[in-house]
């Protein structure tokens, strides 16, 4: 079986189980919801006035609207390992390696997708809401943490796909990718001022939502870019250490 074969046939395994659908569309309902809730909250409650990084504030659904992201890319791969159809995959197609890739990318597919609708109906969101508050959105600095948002949800999506290829299991890599995610923003703050930065700059979340940056850029701990670079080495990580589980161990 050829990789374009490979494509196809994970193209259909996905579309056909109903899940997938409802995940995808979880994703945009999630993200958007959140945002513009954040949008229209009452954000300023200073009489001196505040300056919130108005970027952040209309992509906050991507907090919350990953971990859709999460739950999604991980099924890829573990449902068939719960209904054993994992076997026929590698029967019909012998090269792993192969079988790994083209899951990979219909998983970025998916939720480039998803997150560039996600994405726009929260940018939407703000341009309609935040003028209510005095705030605008900028038009660079926009750009760029909109871009850089849906590649985060697409570097998400690959750090999972490689945690479920390791784990095998729906529960167990999702309680994985999720802790990483949210277990250093969590732990920061409890660990004192220095620790706190230098987990900020290599936690996986932490660093990648510094795209979203506008405000305050030479005090981040991690500049936007960079940030999304340690997000994409988890995912080269991820992916090559479940690749080569996945390749070793017997179905």
């Known amino acids: 079986m050829s990789l374009d074969l490979a494509l196809r046939a994970e193209w259909t395994k996905l579309r056909t189980v109903a899940s997938t659908g409802w995940l995808l569309l979880g994703v945009v309902v999630v993200t958007v919801a959140v945002s513009a809730a954040a949008d229209a ?6 009489s001196a006035g505040c300056h919130p990084d108005v970027t952040r504030l ?23 390992y719960r209904t054993g159809m994992i076997r026929a995959t590698l029967a019909a197609m012998p090269l792993r390696t192969a079988v790994l890739a083209a899951k990979a990318a219909v998983v970025t597919g998916l939720t480039l997708a998803a997150g560039v609708v996600a994405v726009l109906g929260s940018v939407l969101a703000g341009r309609l809401l935040l003028p209510g508050h005095g705030l605008t959105l900028p038009g660079g600095p926009m750009l760029r943490a909109a871009i850089g948002t849906v590649l985060y949800l697409t570097l998400i999506a690959l750090l999972s796909l490689g945690v479920a290829a390791a784990v095998r299991d729906s529960a167990a890599a999702i309680g994985v990718v999720l802790g990483l995610l949210y ?9 004192g001022r220095g620790w706190q930065r230098h987990l900020q700059q290599i936690g996986p979340m932490s660093a990648g939502l510094e795209i979203q940056a506008s405000a305050g850029l030479r005090h981040l701990p991690i500049g936007p870019w960079a940030g999304l670079g340690v997000l994409a080495a988890w995912a080269a990580a991820a992916l090559l250490g479940g690749g080569l589980l996945f390749c070793l161990r017997a179905a």
């Open 41 to 46: 909250a009452d954000v300023c409650t200073s």
């Open 58 to 80: 209309s992509l906050t659904g991507t907090d919350v609207g990953q971990a859709v992201v999460v739950i999604m890319a991980v099924i890829a791969v573990t449902a068939e």
């Open 183 to 191: 277990l250093f923003p969590i732990l920061g703050p409890a660990a």
